[in-house]
């Protein structure tokens, strides 16, 4: 039985990951470890928690006693580091805190590894997980590719470009396995709220302003959440060692179309009048060192490993809105308590 840690898994992605391992592969166990901050949430994982496969472990990744001891004690045969401070707006208030978990845990992690598996690799392998924002930002032209330079904008994704940078040094300097991917935006159920589609949609319910950074005019790649944990299925079991892939939607949005669209589809779901939503549309400051446009060019995964995404747009969009309508106790309780208390200091413009 091999036993797989999978970090940051009561998180947005994570607890898509981990449902898809416990589920699909029974002669895994797999070990969750999360240290449950704002975002970590063990109520995501609420139909998988008993499954015999599945072990959760409260623990920080920074801490590199906790984890040295933690490896030692499970003998880990391979790591999916998800685990990570997320949101840009946040890296704008609080650096540091992305430094100590992006770059420190992931760090620990590396070395963690390298001490059970010494040197023998056979059959282990290290899955950091990263994103297209290490890229910085594309003008109107063009796609991130695997080789496109890193040039990061914000200190969320500085954070994130150090920890690749320190995943591929360690692959090259002591032949750790790795590989590792860059995913664009994604969106689905169990989206913490402070990210721009469920925090839109929860202020649509709530008939709260929708708070629109600068012109609305910046550009994301939009994937659904699922489909982005099928390709990190794929990676994992067929993904080349010391290989970076690429993985995006083929979606590209302005975000006032984004919005607009959003509005609409909301304005049916709550049975209110055509155009209502949008009146809540606000432009407010714009975000600082806000990058224009991300779009990924994730032809190599697709023709390397055969993925591609499994549902379009419409319909992630029509699975995630209902998602949402139907888990109003999941939304209260995430947006209650700390949360109510970031969102009146990041939005003090519109508050209402
Ligand atoms: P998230 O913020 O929803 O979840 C992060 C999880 O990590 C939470 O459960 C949190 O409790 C946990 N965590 C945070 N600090 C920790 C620490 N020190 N030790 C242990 N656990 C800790 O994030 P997400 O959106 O699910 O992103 C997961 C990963 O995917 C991140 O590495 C992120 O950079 C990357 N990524 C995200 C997106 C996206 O659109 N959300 C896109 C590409 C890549
Ligand atoms: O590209 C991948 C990245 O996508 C991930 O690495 C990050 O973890 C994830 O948070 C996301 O980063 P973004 O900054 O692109 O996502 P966010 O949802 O914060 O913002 C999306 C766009 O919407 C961006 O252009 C900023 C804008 N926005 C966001 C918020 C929260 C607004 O206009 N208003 C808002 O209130």
Redesign the pocket.
């Known amino acids: 039985m091999k036993k797989i840690l999978i970090t940051g898994g009561a998180g947005f992605i994570g607890s898509h990951v981990v449902r898809l391992f416990v589920t699909k592969y029974s002669n895994y166990q797999i070990y969750n470890l999360d240290a449950l901050t704002y975002a970590g949430n063990l109520e995501n994982l609420v139909d998988i928690e008993n499954a015999s496969n599945y072990t959760f472990i409260k623990g920080d990744i920074s801490d590199e006693q906790f984890i040295s001891s933690l490896f030692q004690k499970h003998q880990f045969d391979g790591v999916i580091n998800l685990a990570?401070e997320?949101?840009?707006?946040r890296s704008i208030e609080d650096p540091m805190a992305f430094v100590k978990t992006n770059v420190i845990g992931t760090v620990n992690l590396l070395n963690a590894s390298r001490a059970i598996w010494g040197d023998n690799y056979e059959g282990k392998r290290f899955y950091h997980i990263?994103?297209?924002?290490v890229y910085g930002s594309l003008g109107a032209e063009g796609l991130f590719t695997e080789t496109t330079a890193y040039d990061p904008n914000?200190p969320?994704?500085a954070s994130?470009a150090s920890s690749d940078h320190f995943v591929r040094a360690y692959g090259e300097t002591y032949g750790l396995p790795y590989v590792l991917t860059n995913?664009?935006?994604?969106y689905g159920p169990n989206h913490f709220p402070?990210?721009?589609?469920p925090?839109?949609i929860n202020n649509i319910i709530n008939h709260k302003p929708?708070?629109?950074?600068?012109d609305?005019n910046?550009?994301?790649?939009w994937l659904f959440v699922v489909d982005h944990a099928r390709a990190i299925d794929m990676v994992f079991h067929q993904g080349v060692n010391h290989e970076t892939y690429n993985i995006g939607g083929f979606n590209e949005w302005k975000?006032i179309d984004?919005?607009r669209l959003l509005c609409g589809i909301m304005d049916v779901k709550l049975e209110r009048e055509a155009g209502e939503s949008e009146k809540l549309i606000t432009y407010?400051k714009d975000?600082p060192g806000?990058?224009l446009r991300?779009a990924i060019d994730a032809s190599k995964i697709k023709e390397k490993l055969g993925w591609e995404p499994s549902v379009t747009f419409e319909q992630g969009l029509e699975l995630t809105v209902n998602w949402y309508l139907n888990n109003t106790d999941w939304l209260k309780n995430v947006t209650s308590g700390a949360y109510a208390s970031y969102y009146d200091k990041?939005?003090k413009e519109v508050r209402s």
């Open positions: 990570a997320s949101h840009v707006d990263s994103t297209d924002e914000s969320y994704s994130k995913c664009s935006n994604n402070e990210k721009l589609i925090l839109f929708l708070p629109v950074y600068g609305g910046y550009t994301r790649d975000n984004l919005v407010v975000r806000h990058d991300y990041q939005y």
